[in-house]
């Protein structure tokens, strides 16, 4: 996707949102064959990186780059440079170890990350094959972020549409606006299918072999696809990606409770559905559905709604999103069981207060959303066979996405990347972590910051964000022994955004002023998520405000909503 964090992020508190690894240190080279600790001799002067999101520690070594080790040893960094993959079948050594491989890499999983770092490595000159169980795209282009933005889309029109007020501003007028729904419907899947199509055509006309059916790991450097086709690899990545999360006690019919695979294909339009979860999934479905003309009810696990934002983003959200709209909720409370309508009885829930879990109340509905966020999508992979466990379902890695064992030793060769190793589940996320894993693999040392990663929600208006929340901030400026300070800007006081009609909404960016780093940037207002790039590229390459408030900025446009924020951000330089 540019895709939303809707279908990637596990992003409603009835399910723990992993922690994003925050280490700003370049690791200890491991060496699969040795126990000796290493530690790599960064050169004095950095590389441009050609990435976002990779760390300005994140240097390129020349073959005359070396290492330190314990042991005195001196071991030679390999050398960027292109690969070349080889036909020959392998053949195994005494240790079971494959001398010869059929390819330079092998991704399990044709989604966003898989079909990312294929992209990349053919670049890189391997020799690469994707292998994918069922459609390629994954859950973003076929159940996610692709089809969620074509009814998004529609959703944004409506809301146009039927807001006399909002029209007469404009000198328009425009009378009975409706829909059909198949067509909406219809929208969506053929955006879906061009999509997945374009990824297949992609990936075939530069060369990736696309393998069809389950791909499990047998051993090192060896997989198996379909009933018994087996193929070996150098190295190995993991790209499963995940599925809807559904709590215990929620049975789901696919018809009247549903999750956001389901909900995607608009069969029908409920009068009245309630929305258990209201992290990004939950609040696309609520602006999609009430556009559509369905009461929504927000079942919420928290003491208020969008748990995951920044809480002032949140407040102001709630007050645009929520308030306005035919909405109400039920917070801090759990959905403990959730029966699908069946002979003419509705669908019916049992909620619970989450903190006394004592009964609350009963709803009864004509549907029912279940927006608890995702799970990796991590059984039948064969992990038992290289010593791995699962975490909750999530592949163990390090900050370099590469495997780790059941003892936390390296697993050589093998890599995990996208929702499967939980370290942000948002599909770029899962591309820019595959196209990392790639540079190491063909030599080049990448570690991701996932601080510099952008996260967005496509509701109207939309919300975005990078980096930390003021309290996140707040947190780590205690433990570290700096100040935080907090600038905003109102789109009330943009051109573009008044000649739009489109004033409501916010830009808050949360800095150091001792030294003009930014920790975080968060927007709600029109495009927000197309704005929140320029941000999240200065994190990454971590260009410091009082560099960037020199930026110009076309003249009118949203942009100078940012270019006002940094303008009134004070650095004590």
Same mark, same amino acid.
């Given at each position: ?103 330079? +890499?092998?991704?399990?999983? #044709? @989604?966003?990350?898989?079909? !990312?770092? *294929?992209? /990349? =490595?053919?670049?890189?000159?391997? $020799? ?43 000198? +328009?007028?425009?009378?009975? #606006? @409706?829909?059909?729904?198949? !067509?909406? *419907?219809? /929208? =969506?899947?053929?955006?879906?299918? $061009? ?379």
């Amino acid at each position: 996707m540019h895709c939303s964090a809707a279908f990637s992020q596990a992003a409603t508190s009835a399910t723990a949102v992993p922690t994003i690894s925050g280490s700003r240190h370049v690791g200890a080279l491991h060496s699969s064959s040795s126990s000796s600790s290493c530690t790599l001799l960064i050169p004095s002067k950095p590389i441009n990186l050609r990435f976002c999101g990779l760390r300005r520690e994140a240097f390129g070594f020349s073959p005359s780059a070396f290492t330190r080790c314990s042991n005195s040893q001196r071991v030679r960094l390999p050398s960027r440079r292109r690969f070349k993959g080889s036909n020959v079948s392998a053949s195994l050594g005494d240790n079971g170890i494959p001398k010869s491989f059929d390819y330079d +890499l092998i991704i399990i999983g #044709a @989604g966003v990350g898989g079909h !990312g770092a *294929a992209l /990349h =490595a053919v670049e890189k000159g391997l $020799k690469t094959a994707i292998i994918e169980g069922d459609v390629v795209g994954g859950t973003c282009v076929n159940r996610g972020c692709v089809p969620s933005k074509a009814l998004l889309a529609v959703s944004g029109r409506m809301r146009e549409l039927q807001s006399e007020h909002h029209m007469k501003a404009l000198g +328009l007028q425009v009378h009975a #606006a @409706g829909y059909d729904r198949q !067509g909406v *419907a219809d /929208h =969506a899947n053929n955006l879906a299918t $061009k999509i997945r199509n374009n990824l297949t055509n992609s990936m075939k006309a530069l060369g990736v072999d696309i393998l069809t059916g389950v791909g499990t790991i047998l051993g090192p450097q060896k997989v198996k696809f379909g009933t018994d086709n087996i193929v070996t690899a150098k190295d190995i990545i993991i790209a499963t990606g995940s599925v809807p999360f559904v709590p215990k006690g929620i049975e789901v019919d696919g018809k009247t409770v549903i999750t956001s695979d389901h909900a995607l294909k608009l069969e029908f339009v409920p009068d009245w559905i309630a929305i258990v979860g209201s992290g990004y999934i939950g609040l696309e479905f609520s602006d999609v559905y009430t556009a559509l003309g369905s009461e929504v009810t927000f079942i919420e696990a928290l003491d208020q709604l969008m748990p995951g934002f920044d809480p002032e983003i949140g407040k102001l959200a709630q007050r645009v999103l929520i308030n306005p709209r035919k909405i109400d909720y039920h917070t801090g409370v759990f959905a403990t069981k959730i029966t699908p309508a069946k002979d003419g009885k509705p669908v019916t829930i049992e909620l619970i207060d989450a903190k006394t879990k004592e009964p609350k109340d009963t709803l009864e509905v004509d549907a029912a959303l279940i927006a608890t966020g995702r799970a990796p999508f991590t059984n039948g992979l064969g992990l038992e066979n290289i010593n791995v466990v699962t975490q909750r379902g999530f592949v163990p890695v390090d900050e370099r996405m590469r495997v780790i064992d059941a003892n936390g030793n390296l697993v050589p060769h093998l890599y995990c990347i996208g929702d499967a190793n939980g370290k942000m589940m948002l599909a770029h996320a899962a591309s820019a972590q595959g196209i990392s894993v790639v540079e190491q693999v063909t030599g080049r040392d990448h570690v991701l910051n996932h601080l510099s990663i952008p996260a967005a929600c496509f509701t109207h208006p939309e919300i975005s964000m990078v980096g930390l929340t003021e309290p996140q901030a707040r947190e780590k400026a205690e433990k570290e022994g700096f100040e935080v300070s907090v600038v905003k800007t109102s789109f009330k006081a943009n051109t573009k955004a008044l000649a739009e009609n489109e004033g409501e909404g916010l830009a808050k960016l949360i800095y150091r002023p001792d030294n003009g780093e930014i920790l975080g940037v968060h927007i709600f207002g029109l495009h927000a998520a197309d704005l929140i790039h320029e941000a999240s590229n200065a994190i990454a390459l971590g260009t410091r405000i009082q560099d960037i408030k020199f930026a110009v900025h076309a003249h009118p446009t949203l942009s100078e909503v940012l270019d006002e924020l940094f303008k009134a951000a004070k650095v004590n330089f």
